[in-house]
């Protein structure tokens, strides 16, 4: 095992199984995350991604084989020690009435703090600096019940960066936002990444993972079926087998990362 | 939040007092205040108001208090677990059960145990059977609520079948099991609930913390560091024991273990699960549902389970009516 201090943890999954009620989701999965680089997981509904997520945040036990975080199995490490190492922003989630952004980013610090410890000064730091990052520090008193869905998620995702984590994993973290929150969101990731924190996330949108991720993992019926830069993984056939849709394929003048355009669903099952 | 919590929580004791104070004085023999205060401070008393107070409000005072701080207590403890505000020990089928228990031990049907004992037993084996017929808690705790629901209409059912059966003056010995009464206490069992609720109250505030998180969802408190799981079996099994040794007290007194940690709420800072002050708003309810009890129709008694019924359906409407549904506690 290697450092658990180490700059660059590692997580990775070796022949990953995971399964639902005894329904095998994911098959054999051996992956690691680049270590520094935001990675996408894509694929159709129920193609295991989600699943693969909270596999590899230690939600949902692996059926078999194994999830790895610094080379050591996770589940045989105390779960207060992976926190300090790895973050997640679920879903599934919600606040109290009246809880404020400042309360909800300050729950990021859980895994540092003890029982009946006041905050220390080095929570505080930690709240504000995360506060600032997401821009936040304006809405830091207003409950999180009176704030727009992206800003409610740039709280939520504050909450993961609190937590000081050199890991961090996201599930859908743009689903149900507009296209100008969505935006907010992609940026406000791809500022932690310049940070030099390795992310994954799980993306329904294609083209945004196109835009904003290093690296894709593209998931079909519980097991990956590409991986690389979004240039090397997206192709028509990928798209076709993926979602059975027939596009075109530009190169964004801007970024140089696919532009899916023309898109139709394919005639031909 | 850290001063807000002591603030809440030093008002609701200051409370507490007021209610024993209100409880101690009031009666068909009424006590001047600043007399009973005098009595508790120097022991001055005469002999009659020696008699009322310490030997017959004060006993009664202290059961009101201490059952009303467990039922509340474990009401917000399984309101927070199961992240649903009905999910509270009566509503769930484990005061039910507990009285069937105890019921059983008195018209005979039962082991040779007695009621308080019995009705342990019998909160633990609902919210053993719950779980088993669940299968899991679930995400919201549904399944081991309807489980529960279940559960207690059974026992409610067995309840009244038992009292059916049996001779009338049996049926009158167990009647205070099934209203919830401050009446028919028994000593030993007010300081098995004494001793209980302070372990008890020390060990939900020990998973305090953890359960701060866990309002934000499962899957947020496995993130931050925490066992989801694990915080469920100790929370439940502290929520039954309380229940339990405060059923064995007073029967199955509804309703304050629905308010208590709701008043609580109202009160409290959001991001902490107000624990003590449940417990503390619990005691208010008891002692004041109780002295309404014993003051309306003097000298008469209405059993304090009838009371909280009475009182509390109309609040539990209202919460119900103004709420959105489906909102985190």
Known sequence: ?269 | MQRRTVLVNTALALGVAVAALAALSLGTIPLHPVGVLRAFTTGEASQQMALILFELRLPRVMAGALTGAAFALAGCLMQTLARNRLATPGIIGIDNAATAFAVASITGVGIGLAPPAMALVGAATAAALAFALAGRTGTRGYPFIMAGVGIGAIAGAITQLMLTRVAIDAANAAYPWTVGSLNSREAMATHLLAGGLALCWLAALGIGRHLNVLRLSETVATGLGTHPGRLRLAGLGIAILLTGLAVAVAGPVGFVALLGPEMARSVSHPARVPLTASALAGAILMLLADLAGRMILAPLEVPVGIVTAIAGSPWLLWILLRQTPGRAL
């Open chain 1, 1 to 269: 095992m290697t450092d658990a201090n180490s700059a660059n943890p590692t997580l990775a999954t070796r022949n990953l199984r995971m399964a639902h009620d005894h329904h095998t989701v994911i098959e054999d999965l051996s992956l690691t995350l680049s270590p520094g680089r935001v990675t996408a997981i894509v694929g159709p509904n129920g193609c295991g991604k989600s699943t693969l997520l909270h596999g590899l945040a230690r939600v949902h036990h692996p059926a078999g084989g194994s999830v790895l975080l610094d080379g050591g199995d996770i589940h045989r490490q105390p779960s207060r020690e992976v926190a300090r190492r790895l973050a997640l922003l679920p879903q599934d989630k919600d606040a109290p009435q009246g809880l404020t952004v400042r309360d909800l980013v300050g729950f990021g610090r859980h895994p540092h703090q003890d029982w009946f410890r006041p905050p220390s000064p080095e929570d505080r730091a930690a709240v504000d600096s995360a506060l600032g990052a997401a821009r936040l520090e304006e809405l830091a008193e207003r409950p999180l019940d009176t704030l727009s869905g992206g800003q409610r998620q740039r709280a939520w995702i504050a909450m993961s960066m609190a937590q000081h984590t050199p890991l961090l994993l996201l599930d859908e973290p743009t689903t149900a936002l507009d296209l100008g929150h969505q935006i907010e969101v992609f940026e406000l990731i791809r500022q932690l990444a310049a940070t030099g924190r390795t992310i994954a996330m799980v993306i329904h949108d294609l083209p945004s993972a196109c835009r904003y991720a290093d690296h894709l993992i593209a998931m079909k019926e519980g097991a990956i079926i590409s991986a690389g830069t979004p240039g090397e993984v997206v192709t028509r056939a990928l798209v076709r087998d993926l979602y059975g849709v027939e596009c075109d394929l530009l190169e964004d003048p801007a970024t140089g990362s696919p532009l899916l355009i023309n898109m139709r669903r394919s005639t031909d099952p």
